[in-house]
C-alpha cells in the first residue's frame, strides 16, 4: 500500500510550476503508472509539454464514477479514468520521457489560493510549452475511421458541396459518417478550459488513443461542413439520423484558426465562448480571463470563495463602471443566457452558466449595426448593496400583441397567441408588399448585410419567398405541408391569424404580389440563423402600432424602453415601484437610434428605472 501524496508548497516568487515525468512501465507491475513531481521555474524556459483533456468525459458513461491511483513521487494520486488513460497512452509514445504539464496534478486542486495564483498563469504554460497534446479519450466508436473522415473532408475544394451530396444520398461513407459524429461528440470539444489551451498553443497534436491528427485537417473539416451545413445537415439527418453539433462547430472556429486569436473585451469573450460547458460556473468567467484585453482589469484574481452569482454581479458591476455602457443588459436576456441561478442573481446580470441563442445586439452577433441609443453614454448609479441597479432612459412603447410560442411551452399560461386591438396608426404600410417586409424584417432581428443596396435587394428576396412559402401553406389549409421545415410551417399554422396592421398575417400574404422571382429556394425561408431566433423569440405587435421581436418570456402590458448606453431596446416589466428586465428586443424603425429624436422633440422624457 502507498501513502497518499501530498502537495509541497509552490516557490509563487520564482514563477515556479510543477511538471510531471511520466516513467517507463514496471515489466513486474506494468499496470501501475509511476510518475515524479517537481517545481520548475518558467522564468527559466524548461522544455516541457501540455496536456489538453476533459477531466469528465461524459460520453464515457461507464466510467464516470472511476478513479484510478497513480504513483507520484512514491506516493498514491487518484486521478479521474479518462486522464488516466491519458497518462498510459503517453508513456507509449516515443515522447514519453519529455516532462508535462497537467492542471489536475500540477495544481494542489485542494489549495484555494494556489489554484487562483495558477489560473492567471495558464496562457503563459501553455504558451510555453513546446507540444499541447490534446487528448480526445480512448478509441471507441470506430475512432480510425472518424480520422480518416476528417482528413478527407479537409481536401475537399470547389467539388465540397458535391462531395458531400453524393457520399450522403448513396450512403458510401455510412460508417465513417457516425464514427465522425460520435468523435464531436466527446466532452473535450465543448470544455471551457481548453479554449485558452489551444489559443496559447506554439504547435498542436491531437490524440485518440494511440491515433494522432494535425489540427489543420480538423480545423478544414469542420470548415467544409459548416461552410455547406444546410446541404450536409438535412441530408444527414435524413440518411442516418444524425445532426452533427452546432455548438462544436461555433467554438472550434474560435479557438482552431490559422489566424491569431484577437483579445477582444471580456463581454465580448464571455459571448464568443458561451456556448462552451464548465462543471464549475464561476470557471466560465475564469477560464476566458486571459483571453480578454480587459480580463485582469476587470478581475485581478480568480477567487473561488465566491459564490457564482456573486462573480457574475461583481462582473456586471465593473463592467459597467468601467465602460459607462450597458451592452450587458442584452445578455441578461433569459431568451440568450436561460437562468439557473434565477433567486441569486438581479434580471440586470446575465446568469452566464451556458448561452443558449444569439443576441440582436451587434456588438456581440453578426447582424447589422444597431444602435437604438445613438450611441449615447450610460447614466447609471447601484443602491447600498449593488442589488438595484438605476438607469436612465425612456419608455417608447408597450406590448400589446404576441404570437404564439412553438414547442411544449405553447400550452403554458401566457405562451399562446395574444391578439390586440390596434389603433390606426398613420405610419402602418398601407400595402403588401411593405408589411410584408416588416415582418420578416422583425422575425429575423434585422438583416445581416451592411450594405444598404445588398439590404434592399435581400430583404425583397427574403420578403417575396416568405410570402410565396406561406401562401402555398395557406392554400392547402395544412399543418404539414409544402417544402417548408416543420418549425416554419408550425409558426405559420399557429401564427397566421396574428394582426399586424390592422389584418391577420394571413391575409396579407394572399394579398402580397412578388415583384420579382425569389432567388431563394422554396421553404429556404427559414433558414439555420432565423430558426434559432424563432426557437426562443415571439413576434410581437405594440399599443403605438410597431411590430417587432422579443424572447418567449414577453408579456402584453410589457414596456419597451430605450436605455442610455444600450445599443438594443429593452423590455422592462414593473414590479411594484421597480422594475424587472425581461431583455433585449427588435422594434422595427427603432434600431437606429429614430426614438432619440422623439426625445428632442418632447415626445419622449427621460427618466431614471430602477431594475432589480
Known amino acids: 500500500m502507498y501513502e497518499p501524496f501530498q502537495y509541497t508548497p509552490l516557490d509563487t516568487s520564482s514563477n515556479a510550476i510543477r511538471l510531471l515525468t511520466i516513467r517507463p512501465p514496471n515489466p513486474s507491475q506494468p499496470s501501475i503508472i509511476e510518475c515524479s513531481l517537481s517545481q520548475s521555474s518558467l522564468d527559466n524556459h524548461p522544455k516541457y509539454h501540455a496536456l489538453s483533456y476533459a477531466w469528465k468525459d461524459e460520453y464515457l458513461e461507464e466510467q464516470l464514477n472511476e478513479s484510478h491511483a497513480i504513483i507520484v513521487n512514491g506516493r498514491s ?38 489554484k487562483s495564483h495558477q489560473i492567471l498563469r495558464m496562457r503563459q504554460i501553455y504558451a510555453q510549452s513546446t507540444l499541447v497534446t490534446v487528448w480526445l479519450g480512448p478509441e471507441r466508436d470506430d475512432s480510425e475511421k472518424a480520422f480518416e473522415m476528417t ?54 497534436l491531437f490524440l485518440c488513443g494511440k491515433l494522432s491528427l494535425e489540427p489543420s485537417d480538423i480545423s478544414k473539416c469542420l470548415r467544409v461542413l459548416s461552410t455547406h451545413q444546410r446541404t450536409q445537415q438535412p441530408l444527414l439527418f435524413k440518411q442516418e439520423a444524425i445532426v452533427l453539433d452546432y455548438g462544436t462547430f461555433s467554438l472550434a472556429s474560435s479557438y482552431l484558426r490559422q489566424t491569431p486569436w484577437i483579445d477582444n473585451s471580456i463581454l465580448q469573450t464571455l459571448y464568443k465562448t458561451g456556448l462552451a ?76 452558466s451556458r448561452r443558449a441563442t444569439s443576441s440582436i445586439n451587434s456588438s456581440f452577433s453578426s447582424l447589422r449595426p444597431v444602435s437604438a441609443d445613438g450611441r449615447s453614454v450610460a447614466i447609471t448609479s447601484f443602491n447600498h448593496n449593488f442589488r438595484t441597479l438605476s438607469v436612465r432612459g425612456f419608455v417608447t412603447d408597450s406590448i400589446n400583441g404576441l404570437a404564439q410560442v412553438l414547442g411544449t411551452e405553447a400550452s403554458s399560461h401566457g405562451n399562446n397567441l395574444q391578439q390586440s386591438k390596434p389603433k390606426h396608426a398613420p405610419h402602418w404600410p398601407s400595402e403588401a408588399t411593405g408589411t410584408i417586409q416588416v415582418i420578416t424584417q422583425s422575425l429575423l432581428a434585422g438583416p445581416k448585410t451592411p450594405v444598404p443596396a445588398l439590404h434592399e435587394e435581400r430583404m425583397q428576396e427574403i420578403a417575396d419567398r416568405f410570402a410565396e412559402d406561406y401562401r402555398q401553406f395557406a392554400s392547402n389549409h395544412e399543418e404539414h405541408s409544402y417544402k417548408m421545415s416543420p418549425r416554419s410551417s408550425h409558426w405559420f399554422y399557429y401564427n397566421q391569424d396574428l394582426i399586424v396592421f390592422g389584418k391577420s398575417i394571413k391575409q396579407w400574404v394572399l394579398d402580397y404580389t412578388s415583384p420579382t422571382t425569389s432567388k431563394i429556394s422554396p421553404g429556404g425561408f427559414f433558414d439555420y440563423r432565423s430558426s434559432r431566433h424563432w426557437h426562443s423569440r ?75
Open 77 to 114: 494520486l487518484k486521478v479521474g479514468f479518462n486522464l488516466a488513460a491519458a497518462l498510459e497512452a503517453r508513456r507509449d509514445r516515443d515522447d514519453g520521457h519529455i516532462p508535462i504539464w497537467i492542471d489536475a496534478i500540477c495544481i494542489n486542486q485542494d489549495n484555494l489560493g494556489e
Open 151 to 204: 482528413r478527407t473532408i479537409s481536401k475537399l475544394k470547389d467539388n465540397a458541396k458535391e462531395w458531400l451530396i453524393d457520399s450522403l444520398t448513396t450512403r458510401k461513407h455510412c460508417k465513417e459518417w457516425h464514427a465522425l459524429y460520435h468523435m464531436l461528440r466527446r466532452a473535450w470539444w465543448r470544455r471551457i478550459w481548453i479554449i485558452q489551451e489551444v489559443v496559447a498553443a506554439k504547435e498542436v
Open 277 to 352: 460547458l464548465s462543471s464549475d460556473p464561476r470557471d466560465k468567467i475564469y477560464a476566458v480571463l486571459n483571453l480578454a484585453s480587459d480580463g485582469a482589469k476587470l478581475i485581478p484574481r480568480p477567487d473561488y470563495k465566491l459564490s457564482a452569482a456573486v462573480v457574475y454581479t461583481q462582473l456586471v458591476i465593473s463592467i459597467i463602471q468601467s465602460t459607462n455602457r450597458l451592452d450587458v443588459l442584452s445578455l441578461a436576456s433569459p431568451t440568450v443566457y436561460p437562468r439557473t441561478l434565477d433567486d441569486e442573481l438581479p434580471s440586470w446580470v446575465p446568469d452566464f
Open 538 to 612: 415571439r413576434l410581437f405587435t405594440t399599443v403605438a402600432g410597431n411590430v417587432g421581436l422579443g424572447g418567449n418570456s414577453c408579456r402584453p402590458g410589457d414596456l419597451i424602453c430605450i436605455l442610455l448606453g444600450c445599443p438594443t431596446p429593452i423590455v422592462l416589466r414593473p414590479k411594484g415601484l421597480a422594475f424587472q428586465l425581461i431583455g433585449e428586443a427588435y422594434v422595427h424603425g427603432s434600431m437606429d437610434g429614430e426614438a432619440m429624436n422623439g426625445v428632442e422633440a418632447g415626445k419622449y422624457s427621460l427618466r431614471d428605472f430602477d431594475i432589480t
